[in-house]
């Protein structure tokens, strides 16, 4: 059964932090703060889970460490995000700087002098 604690916990926060990430969008949340906490809520929350789905008679989870790893892993996994995509939340094609555009043609006079191949043509008529 523990051999499936990691993919159970994953499923349980998915769905959350879709929720997370999708009102940091709406809000341009920018914050590593928000992901951080965002994060700690959530492993929280699968802290809370565990522990109250646990069978009477069998070894429980409630204590110091588990605590702990379930917080550390929830900041770790809010900050991760942040890094990753969390900077740029909420970001539009207009906040992104304009891409680079090329330099005008520079515009040719009329009193330039004539090409070689210019002065070839007319020294041939």
């Given at each position: ?5 990691a993919?159970?916990?994953a499923?349980f ?10 009102v940091a ?7 590593w703060?928000?992901?951080?906490v ?7 929350g699968?802290?809370g ?9 069998q ?21 991760a ?9 909420g970001?539009?094609?207009g ?6 555009q ?6 040719i006079?009329e009193?330039e002098?004539?090409?070689t ?6 020294a041939a008529?």
């Open positions: 059964m523990r051999d499936y604690a993919t159970h916990s499923i926060a998915f769905p959350f932090a879709l929720i997370g990430i999708a969008e709406w809000l341009s949340v920018r914050s703060i928000y992901y951080v965002v994060g700690i809520l959530i492993a929280l699968g802290f889970a565990v522990s109250y789905f646990e069978v009477e008679g070894p429980t989870i409630i204590n110091d460490y588990a605590m702990r790893t379930f917080l550390a892993v929830g900041f770790v996994g809010g900050l995000y942040w890094l990753v995509a969390g900077r740029r939340a970001g539009r094609r906040d992104r700087p304009a891409p680079a090329r330099a005008p043609e520079p515009e006079s009193t002098e004539p090409t191949s210019e002065k070839l043509a007319e008529n």
